[in-house]
């Protein structure tokens, strides 16, 4: 298969020129410095890579760079603008919710992607939606917390 | 100086001292270079020194640093650097430790840097592990901040030529309110090194009770924040290495022809590759055909049994007690129990595997990894490459959690071994599956009790045996006049190493389920049968507040039961009361009260946080969590089939802090782990009438 040489990544196109089989989160990490997703499991079972694929969270760690695509993809890198931190980066600070803190970007580009679908999540559904996200720390009642808080600002 | 010795010292538990030196390299007798296809083999002479094996690493105590100088250093621009070689990996301590020292000098924490394990930057440190970052470290810092802050004044009297007395350090100022002067550190210091020595006793303050925000949080929530895994240094290479098919296996032949695009490094039993991305070292790995000798191994059925065959006989060392007659002690009971317990091995699973970069320039070598001991790592480093400490720099980022699992740094001494070969910087990321078979494990362990007690229950007798899993929290904080606890090791089938809290999850998980099947024998209320045979009073209090804050003595709901259990370890004291139900021999834990105290509190949202954590963490191995392993190999070592606590795992928590400002800090990131798994059985027994004696429960309701 032919190398992919372009991706849309944080709104911009980005040229590049890879093996196709690569995964997704090594070429984010190795190729392009966006080190914010992390490497956790490699069979996407804890969330730690997790990033957005037109919207919707995704396992970067599960997808090669040759089925992306020209989907557009957004990592923990675009969240902040102009110095101003995303109203979930802000509420994980608020609510203390992280120890080491090496599942956070995962855990927000996941809550970033229910809250988009579903503003004011319940509880349950914040379990649920997030269940597939590992904080081996378990500073889940906080990261739940975290989630509310931010829904509760409002959250574009 | 004696009192900035780290008395610590803090003998770890005995086989945290049989974490290996993962291999003795022979590359420096004779080595040569081979190119296949667009890649190099590097092989050193083959040496008989069996990968991956155990082995004993040197240390000791080494007397910490006596000039402030070495730990605190004001700039120019009043910048002030705080220098530790404890390693944040989770716990807080890089706020925790800038708190202690803006405490004593005055300043708001922000302005305090911390530089933390960095083996050229930081005072030699045994450690971060034994919750000793609060007792030694933040005590030590506390002094060096309280006797920065005397030379301030001094300068400043100097300066001005007023009486000390009347100069105070606030706001981060020097101010001397008669004469209306005031002046920043730095203008003071004027950059210079602080060179005077820590006074025997500075007076340092009480900490404060409040709640830092965690010091790079805006770093971590950005993705901003580099860890081990995250470093990268130019012209660097990722390598991988040749897993043995299981532990203790031995290379019989290898053929590396088939190897395409990367470098292959070979020494003795060690095989790797380094290629320029972790696909392509991945594809070498996988191209190379090897063939290895293992001998038969047990598997995880005939555990207990093999624990407690290899047996030796106790020696009377730590946690060992006896005192009175147990014949005598069973024989005035009314009431009598034997029983056994057991405890899986389990693993840390710390969500960030084990990590390293390795660059060399000449002889010397700098290494990035996630390590709980930077200065341990040198030493590994140091020994397995023959070079001197001072030609090693070990640097710790703030390490993605390490539980007690990252004492060991193979990552660093493999990298660093790929990277001498390949001539360039490498990175090595363990991938899950190796961080579940090739790291350590928690210990498992048997522990056998017999104890009796009267009617109106009064313990008469306690004899507690541990086999392998440690000493930690054997002695039982119970008044009982016949008494024998001993602690036997054994041959361990796996690796083991220190794990979060150590054996006190274990011995306290076996004495709190026992003293519940006594209070049920005895037909008395679980607590009350406690606090009848305690004396100890900050144990008291615990246990009084969780009950208090629980509702305990209300009765549960239809199918589900409360339990209540408590302990002591590490200077810190827990009780925890659990609400657990049982659904179609499921158990799920509904709600948890721990109540806590640790002495001086330093930081109570953080302190909860911990809390909160261990005890969600500990339900993973009450309810769940257990390896298997077969023949020397693991067979549940993915996150898809070895189970972790999850959001949907977690209950309603709630924790009651209880501060003890006139007593010193310890430590709280371990002993909270302690109490839920024998509050969750106890509740399970009060549920069903079913007593759970193995850790983890999951199948035994089924």
Not at chain 2, 255 to 275: E, M
Not at chain 2, 328 to 349: C, F, K, M, P
Not at chain 2, 374 to 389: K, Q, Y
Not at chain 2, 600 to 617: F, S, T, Y
């Amino acid at each position: 298969m032919a190398n992919v040489t372009n991706l849309n990544i944080n709104g911009k196109s980005v040229p590049i020129d890879v093996d196709s089989e690569r995964t997704l989160l090594s070429v984010l990490r190795d190729d392009l410095e966006l080190t914010g997703a992390k490497y956790g499991c490699g069979e996407g079972e804890c969330g730690a890579c997790t990033v957005l694929l037109d919207g919707v969270a995704v396992r970067s760690c599960r997808r090669t760079v040759g089925s992306v695509g020209d989907k557009k993809i957004d990592t923990i890198e675009s969240l902040e603008q102009n110095g101003k931190l995303h109203a979930v980066q802000k509420a994980f600070i608020d609510a203390d919710a992280m120890q080491c803190g090496y599942c956070t970007c995962g855990m927000v580009m996941s809550a970033v992607a229910l809250l988009r679908k579903t503003p004011k999540p319940s509880r349950d559904q914040i379990v649920r939606a997030m269940d597939g996200n590992v904080c081996r720390c378990c500073a889940y009642p906080r990261i739940i917390k975290a989630v509310e808080l931010a829904a509760k600002d409002g959250v574009a | 100086m004696k009192n900035l010795v780290f008395e610590a010292g803090m003998e770890p538990e005995r086989y945290e001292l049989d974490a290996p030196i993962p291999y003795r390299f022979s590359f420096k007798r004779r080595s040569f270079f081979k190119t296949v296809g667009a890649g190099i083999i590097v092989l050193g002479l083959l040496d008989k020194a069996v990968a991956q094996e155990s082995g004993r690493r040197g240390g000791g105590r080494r007397p910490a640093p006596q000039d402030i100088g070495a730990w605190l250093h004001i700039g120019e621009d009043g910048q002030i650097t705080v220098y530790s070689g404890k390693a944040e990996v989770g716990q807080n301590i890089r706020t925790s430790l800038a708190q202690a020292v803006a405490e004593e000098l005055r300043v708001p924490v922000s302005s305090v840097r911390m530089v933390m394990a960095d083996t050229q930057l930081t005072p030699y440190d045994a450690g971060t592990f034994g919750s000793r970052t609060t007792p030694d470290m933040a005590r030590t810092l506390r002094r060096v901040g309280a006797a920065a802050r005397e030379i301030l004044i001094d300068l400043a009297a100097e300066e001005w030529k007023v009486d000390r007395a009347s100069i105070e350090v606030a706001d981060g100022k020097v101010i001397a309110e008669k004469s209306k002067q005031q002046i920043e550190f730095g203008k003071l210091t004027k950059g210079q090194k602080l060179t005077k020595a820590v006074p025997e006793n500075p007076s340092t303050s009480v900490p404060a009770a409040r709640s830092a925000p965690k010091a790079n949080a805006d770093q971590i929530v950005t993705g901003r924040h580099k860890y081990a895994s995250d470093a990268k240094v130019p012209g660097m290479l990722h390598g991988k290495v040749l897993r043995p098919s299981a532990f203790k296996a031995e290379i019989i032949s290898v053929d590396t022809s088939g190897v395409a695009d990367a470098t292959v490094v070979r020494d003795g039993n060690f095989v790797g590759v380094v290629a320029p991305n972790d696909l392509f070292a991945t594809r070498a790995i996988k191209a190379i055909k090897v063939e290895w000798k293992a001998p038969e191994q047990i598997s995880h059925k005939e555990l207990f049994e093999h624990l407690k065959k290899r047996a030796r006989p106790a020696d009377g060392g730590r946690g060992g007690q006896r005192t009175g007659s147990i014949k005598e002690g069973l024989e005035s009971a009314d009431v009598r129990n034997s029983q056994t317990y057991t405890v899986a091995y389990i693993a840390h699973a710390p969500l960030e595997p084990r990590a390293a970069v390795a660059q060399w320039e000449g002889d010397k070598l700098t290494v990035w990894t996630g390590t709980q001991r930077p200065f341990g790592v040198r030493g590994d480093l140091a020994s397995a490459f023959r070079i001197s400490e001072d030609n090693v720099r070990v640097i710790v980022p703030d390490t993605g959690s390490g539980y007690g699992g990252k004492h060991s740094g193979e990552a660093a001494v493999e990298a660093a071994r790929l990277a001498r070969g390949a001539g360039k910087p490498v990175k090595l990321v363990w991938t899950r599956e190796e961080e579940f078979t090739w790291a350590y494990f928690r210990p498992a362990g048997v522990i056998e009790i017999s104890s009796g007690a009267r009617k109106d229950g009064t313990l008469t007798a306690w004899e507690c045996h541990n086999y392998n899993s440690g000493a930690s929290a054997l002695r039982t904080p119970y008044s009982v006049a016949n008494l024998v606890s001993e602690f036997h090791s054994t041959d361990s089938p796996l690796k083991q190493g220190s794990y979060r809290a150590l054996a006190s999850t274990a011995n306290t998980f076996a004495r709190e389920s026992h003293m519940d099947e006594l209070a049920h024998a005895l037909k008395l209320d679980p607590l009350e049968f406690r606090l009848k045979n305690l004396n100890d009073v900050r144990l008291r209090a615990v246990l009084d507040a969780a009950a208090k804050s629980f509702g305990w003595g209300k009765k549960p709901k239809a199918n589900r039961g409360f339990g209540i259990a408590a302990s002591t370890e590490k200077g810190s004291y827990v009780a925890t009361c659990a609400e657990i139900a049982v659904d179609a021999g499921k158990i799920k834990v509904v709600r948890a009260v721990t109540a806590f105290e640790c002495g001086a509190i330093v930081n109570p949202e953080h302190l909860k946080n911990q809390i909160e954590g261990g005890v969600v963490m500990g339900i993973g191995g009450a309810l769940f969590e257990a390896i298997q392993f077969e023949n020397g190999r693991i067979i549940n070592g993915r996150f898809s089939d070895y189970r972790v606590p999850r959001f949907s795992d977690t209950p309603e928590l709630e924790t009651v802090l209880v501060n003890r400002k006139d007593l010193p800090s310890a430590g709280a990131g371990e002993t909270p782990i302690i109490g839920i798994a024998p509050a969750i059985g106890n509740a399970v027994f009060a549920a069903t009438g079913k007593r759970l004696r193995s850790m983890p429960f999951s199948s035994g309701l089924t």
